[in-house]
């Protein structure tokens, strides 16, 4: 009987593994008719199975910025917008962030190799997707997202068996001359490709033994959706990489930590204040040096997409000069410090930045340990780059609120592990 409460708990790590995909924007439950009886049937179980650990994790999370974020997003679903849905949501985002922040590193690590088991599940199915649809490109209208949107009866239309091996868009791309359809699995746009399989990835990557092989095709299929903000967290990692790989620089966590969070933060101040970023854009993707290369890298000319964001951010913050919640819709360009900010305002800015402080502090001291790899280090202090002041694709739902709080707990549990180069 001893073991039970902590078998009871690791069982709830895999329902909290399973709940990432349902809780979320993954609609592969959604295309099979049942992610309302599986989301119930896993809440009820994780209510039986974290119920006696949830006191203690409140006690843990009181001292969380993601948490008390969180806990300011559900008393203002409640108070102010009053949507049921939503509100349900923080509170179960509230909720596992607050068990998952007590976790210990046994627990963490059955939470994380079910979440990188289901993930790697459908990347390699989509990796597949991937090749049938260039082999076969007349089968690509089969898998049209549109297709599997409910009709008027709830249900999706499948016309064919490829469309179970993942959704696309539709969109055919060149690249080196070959047209491929970008891939995206039960997403429901590309984009989310960062939340659901890149971060995974790199989280593997602080496993032990096989599971660092994970990343490899985890990688591969977010290669393959040819999504921007994917490659925008590589160009980030470009430009950090020489300082993670420096000797100087990696025995200097406190620059490591604020570097970063400071670039992120001047990000925000030139997207709001300046036209740096929409002037940088067009000298990159109007240049006739590289204009002449995009036909055969067309899915690199974003130019009309990252323009639009920016401005959207711009209308946004202008809409709402002093914070608040201007809309329950807030657009996914914002970044994370800047969704905060729409929803709580300053005091739900400044949660986030303590967060991503912690993220960045944690992720720069297990580099100097010797605990994590330069490469995984610094595409990590990429994603938080990207995540933070341009792209919240995945993040601010329940699924997105449980992988931030677990991979703050991982980089933590780091320090308890004998140290290793890896990657």
Known sequence: MKGSPRFILSAGCVAAAGLFFTMGQFEFLDVLGIKRPVQVLLLLFLAFAWAPFFLLGLRNALHEPLFLLLVAFLGIEVLVTKDTL???????????????FSLKDEESEILLKSIVAIS????????????????????????ISYRLQPEKGGDYHI??????????????????????????????EPSLITAYFFL??????????????????????CMLSLTGSFYAVVLIFLVLFPFFRSARFRQRPRFLTWAPLLGSLLAIFLILQTNFFEELVTLL?????????????????????AIGRLQTVKAYILEAPLG???????????GLIL?????????????????????????????????????????????????????IYGLTTASGFLILALTLQRLRHLRERPASAGL
């Open 86 to 100: 939503t509100t349900i949501e923080m509170a179960v985002a509230a909720s596992l962030s607050a068990i998952t």
């Open 120 to 143: 790697l599940s459908f990347a390699v199915l989509g990796i597949l997707q991937f090749v049938i649809l260039v082999l076969f490109p007349e089968l690509t209208p089969y898998t």
């Open 159 to 188: 016309s064919h068996p490829i469309a179970y091996l993942g959704m696309t868009s539709g969109e055919v791309r060149s690249v080196l001359g070959l047209l491929v359809t970008r891939g995206q699995s039960f997403l429901r």
């Open 200 to 221: 995974p990835a790199l989280l593997s990557l602080t496993l032990q033994g096989k599971w660092k092989l994970a990343a490899v095709p985890l990688v591969i299929f």
């Open 285 to 305: 993707f109007r240049n006739p040096l590289i204009v002449s290369q995009i036909d055969l890298l067309e899915f690199l000319d974003r130019w009309s997409s």
């Open 324 to 334: 608040g919640v201007v809309s329950s819709k807030i657009p996914t360009a914002v």
């Open 339 to 391: 969704f905060s900010y729409l929803k709580a305002s300053v005091l739900g800015a400044g949660l986030m930045v303590g967060f991503l402080f912690q993220v960045f502090r944690e992720n720069a001291r297990r580099l100097a340990e010797g605990r994590l790899g330069a490469i995984t280090a610094a595409l990590l202090a990429a994603l938080f780059c990207q995540a933070s002041f341009f792209s």
